[in-house]
């Protein structure tokens, strides 16, 4: 199991990503950059790939709107050559508010987008000549537009590509064509009950040269005997994503928490959420959503959670440290993985 940290939208996007770069010494195998609306991430992950050596560096993730494939392509091959081969490229649908209320696109096709921007992404860093017609056409007909090959010589013919994704046939999709998952909220023990059908029968179908899929989870880490209390600061998060992460009955976040069997909570919470009284939504959390999305708590606790994601599938954790001394909190997991 490698170890990774999320960059989410931070409001000092240089010095976090400083603080990043400083956690690879201490043993951090890789960064994800968040986007959504704020700072885009590519920008910030190429500022990482200059600050680092060692350590992987994800987007977390690209929606597969905004960009079209073949700048999704380029952006990876970009990455890639400035980080001498440690990019990874997550990948997404993200959701109606953010692609519709802030790209100006329509909320359409999510699955098809994505099948077939993962297939034209690996096409390309192939060098193949595209051409191509399906949702997206290249060239487009009737143009003056030709078949084209990247200019440029890719590090890699294969920049690893990941998948952010939560619903049943989202995630059949994962498990049959992407190199790695990046689920949201996820809970180890009740992940098989879930997600276990999907992805049983995405790999089914699975090409055996792609290798196993790799999954990135992980949550809030702290470590002591009063640590459960950190564990409060992911409340916030969960309403964010539950309760305001899209229109009722187009939430998927609220959706998996109702798979989770808070049903009743889920409802509370986006209502509370979308009235704007987001304290009260925070603290209709359920407390043990909260504990087991987290890895807080004292020594023996934590290395508890941490087997429970390793038998949940998660290959690479993914954790939020807290505490005057993250670098800390990393070599201590570290050593146990």
Known sequence: MELSIPLDYATDPRGAADQAAAL????????WVAEAYGFDAPSIMGYLAARTERMKIGSAILNVYSRTPALIAQ????????????????????????VEGWHGKPYDKPLGRTR??????????????????????????GGLGKPLKILTQPVRPEVPLYVASLGPANVRMTAEIADGWLPTLFVPEKAKDVWGSALAEGAARRDPSLGPLQVVAGGILAIGDDAAAVRDFARPQIALYVGGMGA????????LAVAYGYEKEAALIQELYLSGRKKEAAAAVPD????????CGPEGYVRERVAAFREAG???LNVIPVGPDPARLIETVKNWL
Do not use: C, W
């Open 24 to 31: 690879e010494r201490a043993g951090l195998d890789a960064v």
């Open 75 to 98: 952006t990876a091959a970009g990455l890639d050559a400035m980080s001498g081969g440690r990019a990874i490229i997550g990948l997404g649908a993200s959701g109606p508010q953010v």
């Open 116 to 141: 077939e921007a993962i297939e034209l992404i690996r096409r390309i860093l192939r060098r193949e000549v595209i051409d191509h017609h399906g949702i997206t056409d290249m060239p487009l007909p």
């Open 248 to 255: 009722p009955g187009k939430n998927f976040y609220n959706s």
């Open 288 to 295: 043990e959503l909260v504990e087991l999305v987290s890895l």
């Open 314 to 316: 998660v290959t690479m």
